[in-house]
């Protein structure tokens, strides 16, 4: 079955730029998701088809996309930014659905 | 208010089955597909089905599929999961969520436990 491979935890000190990766052999022909999960809550987007961020995301989240990885890029992260961020995609087939194993960003 | 309102998780032993349901209120519900995704303790998020707005179509995630079978009731404004055959590897919490624009999750519940012990 398809999969996305993201790092475990990325760590970054408050106002410095946190780059979070996606890998996925279909990801040049198919759209990156990411999603951001505090503690104890449901996700929420925070960007769709690569680069477009949702309404009511804070500009210092962005997106790309080259070959077979996904970047999310926090630029000046803040310590409300701690959270698990987790890819999501398709597979060739458009037909099944994954996400990443989940990236824990710790901003201290 | 637009919400999803999810039900039915509880204790199961292993092999039983179980039922989990998704009340939509304040959008659209027959004109959107949905998802189930599921989050066991202290993992990360696992897609599990999809269906479309119509009930016509569905998928599944390799790990569920013949065991469990995404449903609705537009009707009733209602997703369903029945899960046969469960195993102590489903335990987790199951989320519904709302297949926007674009193929976004733009909507989610705030989940239903499930746990699978004898």
């Known amino acids: 079955s398809y999969e996305l491979t993201q790092p475990p935890s990325v760590s970054v000190s408050p106002g410095q730029t946190a780059r979070i990766t996606c890998s996925g052999d279909?990801?040049?022909?198919?759209?990156a998701y990411w999603y951001q999960q505090k503690s104890g809550q449901a996700p929420v987007l925070v960007m769709y088809?690569?680069?477009k961020r949702p309404s009511g995301i804070p500009e210092r989240f962005s997106g790309s996309s080259s070959g077979t990885m996904a970047t999310l890029t926090i630029s000046g992260a803040q310590v409300e930014d701690e959270a698990d961020y987790y890819c999501y995609s398709a597979d060739s087939s458009g037909n099944q659905r994954v996400f990443g194993g989940g990236t824990k960003l710790t901003v201290l | 208010q637009v919400q999803l309102v999810e039900s039915g998780g509880g204790v199961v032993q292993p092999g039983r089955s179980l039922r989990l349901s998704c009340a939509a209120s304040g959008f659209s519900f027959s004109t959107f597909g949905m998802h189930w995704v599921r989050q066991a303790p202290g993992k990360g998020l696992e897609w599990v089905a999809v269906?479309?707005?119509?009930?016509?179509?569905?998928y599944y995630a390799d790990s569920v599929r013949g065991r469990f079978t995404i449903s609705r009731d537009n009707s009733r404004n209602t997703l369903f999961l029945q899960m046969i055959s469960l195993r102590a590897d489903d335990t987790a919490v199951y989320y519904c969520a709302k297949l926007g624009e674009r193929d976004t999750l733009d909507m989610w519940g705030q989940g239903t436990m499930v746990t699978v012990s004898s």
């Open positions: 088809e690569d680069t």
């Open positions: 279909a990801l040049p022909k198919k759209y």
């Open positions: 269906i479309s707005f119509d009930g016509n179509n569905m």
